[in-house]
């Protein structure tokens, strides 16, 4: 709910038809997001470098394998919390993004190297799926979005 948030900017357009939002519960996570956990082919988008030794048994998945892509909305050290206090994440496999280029996301401090928003994490997975026209879309959104927050 930050003003500073890019996850509610793949919420509209042509994006959105393949997006769902969940609130993060800790103690009651979504039926339906540990369904999907089951899959083979759902990933959680998460640094590696992010996990910590007792987690790092989980496998890595591509993203052209990947078809269902989860991402904690986030800032990183959020996302970590959220990542270290949800046991049904900790087994999913990671997707690791490889940045087309380096993040434009600058509305927040203490950013971590390399790391993406998340609407630019949308972008790059569009992208790498081929869906290009949603990409472009939500590119200049985000563009906007930067722009009216300076």
Sequence with gaps: MKLTNTGKLALVGEAAAVMRRVV???????VQLLQLLQRAD?????PSSEVHEENASAESLSVEDCQTFILLDATWQEARKMFNRSAYLNSAPRVEL?????SRFNLRR????????????????????????????????????????K
Aim: contains cysteine; proline residues 5%; hydrophobic residues 30%.
């Design 42 to 46: 759902t990933g959680l988008v998460y």
């Design 110 to 149: 203490n950013q971590r190297d390399g790391g993406l928003c998340t609407a630019e994490c949308v972008i790059e997975i569009l992208r790498a799926k081929g869906e290009n026209s949603a990409a472009e879309e939500l590119e200049a959104r985000f563009s906007e979005f930067l722009q009216a927050s």
């Design 98 to 102: 490889t940045p087309s280029r380096p």
């Design 24 to 30: 993060w519960k800790r103690t009651e996570p979504d």
